[in-house]
């Protein structure tokens, strides 16, 4: 999937203070099938806004995203979230599992959403490449931070997304884990899928296509070329 977006801006309003603070400022970004995109840069820079957007999560206060040619925030809201599970992956900069479901069930939820009904071998296949087997029947509240950040991977992964959007992914992480996190996004890459990194982890930019900084709510390319 190529994905486009156009003269993005965004801008808050904060509770206690009056008017609105601008994140982003006439970004543009394209991203490609086949290709890693990391964007780096300092905390509250707007990388999670950005992402967000992209991934059809956080309505733009201007400009246009474009996946295929199609303007996601112009399908209604059933229409994108469908789009969202069938054919995208987000792993979120926070923990996000579902406390009431065992680590396999969280993993399966994107294809339950989408009514592929239980797609248990792509599950476990992902259990296992995450270091996760044994804790497939475990509640997420007994598995330490690396586990979680693992298992919203799998999760992310689960129905062989076209577009991959991952905040801060190996965060938790030790190196081997990292580079595990890493290796598996290139993979996916390498089989189409247009995905994008926001990262500071220095491990990063070894599998990046193409590098951006985030400044100011602008975006620098720093390697690189679509
Ligand atoms: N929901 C929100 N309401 C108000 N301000 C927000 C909200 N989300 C993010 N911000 C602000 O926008 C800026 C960029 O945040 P974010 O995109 O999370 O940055 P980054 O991911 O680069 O750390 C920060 O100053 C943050 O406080
Ligand atoms: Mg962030």
Redesign the pocket.
């Known amino acids: 999937m190529n994905i486009t977006a156009r003269n993005i801006s965004k801008s808050?309003k904060?509770k206690g203070i009056s008017g609105e603070?601008q994140?982003l400022c006439s970004t543009d970004i394209d991203l490609e099938s086949g290709k890693i995109c990391l964007i780096s840069?300092r905390?509250?820079?707007?990388?999670?806004?950005l992402l967000n957007i992209l991934s059809g999560l956080l309505c733009a206060s201007g400009g246009t995203v474009h996946y295929d040619g199609t303007d996601i925030y112009k399908l209604s809201d059933k229409e994108l979230s469908l789009l969202r599970c069938s054919r995208t992956g987000y792993i979120p900069q926070v923990q996000s599992a579902v406390g009431t479901l065992t680590v396999r069930e969280n993993v399966l939820l994107p294809s339950a959403v989408i009514g592929k009904g239980k797609d248990r071998f792509a599950a476990d296949g992902l259990l296992e490449r995450f270091g996760l087997t044994e804790l497939a029947d475990a509640r997420p509240d007994s598995l330490s931070g690396g586990e979680l950040r693992r298992l919203s991977i799998a999760r992310a992964l689960v129905n062989l997304p076209q577009a991959i959007f991952a905040d801060e992914p190996t965060n938790d992480l030790d190196d081997e884990n990292s580079r595990l996190v890493f290796e598996q996004l290139r993979k996916s890459a390498d089989s189409g899928a247009a995905v994008v990194i926001v990262s500071h982890d220095r491990l990063a930019k070894e599998y990046a296509d193409v590098v951006y900084c985030?400044q100011q709510g602008s975006l620098n390319r720093e390697k690189g070329q679509l």
């Open positions: 808050y904060r603070v994140v840069g905390s509250g820079s707007g990388k999670s806004t985030m």
